[in-house]
């Protein structure tokens, strides 16, 4: 069996190549696709085939594609053009006769309102639809997203949000890469839908808490309405686009869109999930 990783260079990606190894996996058997390959010179001094894969090119998906079993597609970083990317790559692997595809979505994609779920409900109808044997993991938020907030509330004391009291289920990139590790090694899970968190799901009082365990000084979490967050974002100097879709995000968070958590990641890992202070020292 060959197991195709794309984005492999990424941050979840190299995780998830980690986790292969750890559970086992022969590196011949595994293939990091990578749109700079230079950037994955350490993979292939481990023994794993590296090679071009441009979510834009399609003919070096193709390439990256012949004689792969299993695929786990890592979702694109650049919201707007995810939707084409990830066509090409079911596109392909569907031509390929890929067995089993993985892909890493969002919380409840197909129903939910978060910012960021469209995309991810689209290609999640666009591999249902191409008959690929999938497999569906929706990651919610990975605890080292907070690491700027980390490093601002290290020199000022303060975690400024608009989340109000909403709860985010995070878990460390680790927790979720072990699991896409998981499902790609084990038979079975296709047609899953696993809706993936952290054991706890905590509110930014208790995110500003666990800053101040790691950075060993009181921090306060100021809970702002989405219009001083916007304006303090501003007067930091950030463009609007990144100021709505902060805003937007922690109005997201507020609702409960982040907030739903099980113990599926768990079980899928055979072990707890990271706790959020030791997730953040560990990304700090």
Do not use: C
Not at 242 to 270: C, M, P
């Amino acid at each position: 069996m060959t197991i195709l990783i794309t984005g492999a260079t990424g941050q979840l990606g190299r995780l998830v190549i980690d986790s292969l190894l750890t559970r086992g996996a022969d590196p011949q058997t595994i293939i990091a696709g990578a749109r700079n390959i230079t950037k994955a010179a350490d993979l292939a001094d481990r023994g794993i085939r590296v090679v071009t894969l441009d979510y834009d090119d399609a003919a070096s998906i193709t390439a990256a594609l012949d004689g792969v079993d299993s695929v786990l597609l890592i979702s694109g970083s650049e919201v707007g053009k995810r939707t084409a990317q990830h066509k090409a790559v079911i596109d392909a692997a569907k031509a390929a006769g890929v067995t089993k595809l993985v892909y890493t979505s969002a919380p409840k994609a197909t129903t939910s309102d978060l910012v960021l779920a469209p995309e991810h409900k689209v290609t999640e109808e666009l591999i249902a639809a191409s008959g690929i044997p999938a497999v569906i993991l929706r990651n919610n938020w990975y605890t080292e997203n907070y690491v700027g907030s980390v490093s601002k509330a290290a020199s000022t004391g303060v975690l400024a949000a608009s989340a109000g009291d909403g709860k985010v289920a995070s878990a460390s990139r680790r927790d979720f890469a072990d699991a896409a590790a998981v499902v790609l090694l084990e038979d079975g899970h296709i047609g899953e839908v696993y809706e993936l968190g952290g054991d706890v799901a905590w509110d930014f009082s208790e995110l500003a808490a666990a800053i101040a365990e790691v950075v060993g000084r009181p921090v306060e979490y100021q809970s702002l309405s989405s219009e001083e967050h916007a304006a303090g974002l501003a007067a930091a100097g950030l463009d609007d686009g990144t100021i709505g879709f902060l805003t937007t995000l922690d109005a997201d968070i507020r609702g409960g869109a982040l907030a739903d958590t099980d113990d599926t990641l768990a079980r899928l890992i055979g072990r707890p999930t990271t706790p959020l202070v030791e997730g953040l020292r560990a990304a700090v």
